[in-house]
């Protein structure tokens, strides 16, 4: 489907267009990340606890992944551009009734900030099938890795700069400034999407007389056409676990520096942006490399050397270069995770399913997350940092490792989720049907002519 150009000019396409909404996607993140950032200062300072960071947390995944099969469907059935559009249109919505409390209240209430986020993540359970399902369209199979590195470029790059930005600008701007900058940059990222061609995918074959499937059941499908094919369900229960454990890691971090540096936010800058650049070099080097041959590798032996170098460094260290050497390898690692993972889904998934395959993909692959992330919170601040008090029932077990005080408890997560994550990948590569998921499934384009709802797994 083509969208209307001006004075009969065509819209860009191809890897042109999909370079100007990386760079409208570049700047929007950079506004998002400040506001970010700028958020999670605001709500530790007010309460002095991780639970409110990651309630917040919760407040935006849990959406996502609940109504992420029903996105998928409507995706699979709607404009993938339109769907695009109105997605970050929705998440600026949310920013400016943030903004307009803050200018006219001068603060915001926790419950506010829960709201937002779980308005903008509903809509973002939209953005990832769509999107997706519009690049594999876009662009060559071969541009695939490429392409995920790119964005994940583009969020490590943001990373570098949100911080640094919303540190400097958090004093002299405030809360309000720092939104208003984030409204200024989703403007920019909308404008690059309505330039850009999206090409629709041909739908899916049907018999002669045969009914389009109910709403409901296209909700269904990913599960179905996920759980025919035991080696996509096999990387996918891989990602469930990994996310499961960095979760408590992950949240944990910015607590945990806060608390182990009095609560010092330009500590915290410097450890995300400086950390960030390894994101940017990773980034960097899947869109130039594409990733490895064999892509499962990336995933699995991705997941295990980021789980050693990254969450066991980053708890384990007592001061700024522990924590930012972990950060760094940590970032450095997730594009060629992510990218690697991406271009097996966007290889072997029919383009005209993959909006209901991809958001229960995400579904499957993220559903515990928000589960560890509430738990989270409480799990510090109530058992862990406790138990690593001077006189706690774990100080003397784990302080020779972690230390003691103000942020050990935290630290002891933070490294645990990290021994964790290494067993996901060695088990993942472990598993025959998840080690050789490329040869078992073929390319979509490579497929005989046939129903695209339910092609079987072929066999090794």
Do not use: C
């Amino acid at each position: 489907m083509s969208e209307p150009s001006r004075a009969g000019t065509p819209p860009l396409s191809g890897m042109r267009g999909f370079i100007l909404i990386w760079l409208g996607q570049l700047v929007s993140m950079l506004g998002t990340g400040m506001t970010s950032f700028a958020l999670s200062f605001y709500l530790f300072e007010k309460t002095g606890q991780a639970t409110a960071l990651t309630i917040a947390i919760f407040a935006f995944v849990a959406p996502s992944i609940l109504l992420s099969p029903l996105a998928g469907a409507l995706v699979d059935r709607s404009n993938r551009k339109l769907v695009v559009i109105i997605t970050d249109l929705a998440a600026g919505i949310v920013t400016i009734a943030w903004l307009l409390i803050v200018w006219r209240n001068g603060n915001l209430e926790l419950w506010q900030v829960y709201l937002g986020n779980a308005i903008t993540g509903a809509f973002n359970a939209f953005q990832f099938p769509a999107f997706s399902a519009a690049v594999t369209l876009m662009i060559p199979k071969e541009q695939y890795g490429r392409a995920a590195g790119m964005l994940d470029f583009a969020g490590a790059a943001s990373n570098i700069l949100a911080p640094a930005f919303a540190g400097a600008l958090l004093g002299p701007l405030g809360l309000a400034g720092v939104m208003a900058i984030d409204v200024a940059t989703f403007l920019l990222a909308i404008a690059a999407v309505l330039v850009v061609h999206m090409p629709q995918p041909v739908g899916e074959p049907r018999a002669e007389g045969e009914k389009q499937a109910s709403l409901w059941q296209d909700s269904l499908f990913g599960f179905r056409y996920i759980l025919a094919r035991p080696s996509l369900l096999g990387l996918q229960f891989a990602f469930t676990a990994i996310n499961f454990i960095s979760a408590f890691g992950g949240v944990i971090a910015i607590p945990l520096i806060l608390a182990r540096t009095g609560n010092n936010a330009g500590t915290l800058a410097t450890v995300q942006s400086v950390a960030a650049f390894g994101g940017v070099l990773g980034g960097l080097l899947m869109s130039a490399w594409g990733g490895p041959k064999r892509r499962v590798r990336g995933v699995l032996w991705g997941m295990t050397a980021e789980s050693l170098l990254g969450p066991i460094v980053l708890g384990v260290a007592r001061g700024l270069p522990g924590w930012i050497f972990g950060s760094f390898m940590s970032q450095a690692f997730i594009p060629i995770i992510n990218g690697s993972n991406q271009a097996i889904w966007q290889s072997k998934v029919p383009p005209a399913v993959q909006g209901r395959v991809f958001a229960t993909r995400r579904m499957i692959a993220q559903f515990s997350f928000p589960i560890a992330v509430l738990f989270a919170g409480p799990l510090a601040d109530r058992v862990f940092e406790p138990a690593m008090q001077g006189d706690g029932a774990a100080a003397a077990l784990f302080g020779p490792l972690v230390g003691t005080g103000p942020g050990a408890g935290m630290g002891l997560m933070v490294a645990l989720s990290g021994v964790f994550g290494a067993a996901v990948g060695i088990i993942g590569y472990l598993v025959p049907a998840v080690r050789h998921v490329e040869q078992i499934l073929p390319d979509f384009d490579a497929t005989v002519a046939a129903p695209q709802s339910e092609p079987a797994e072929v066999a090794m």
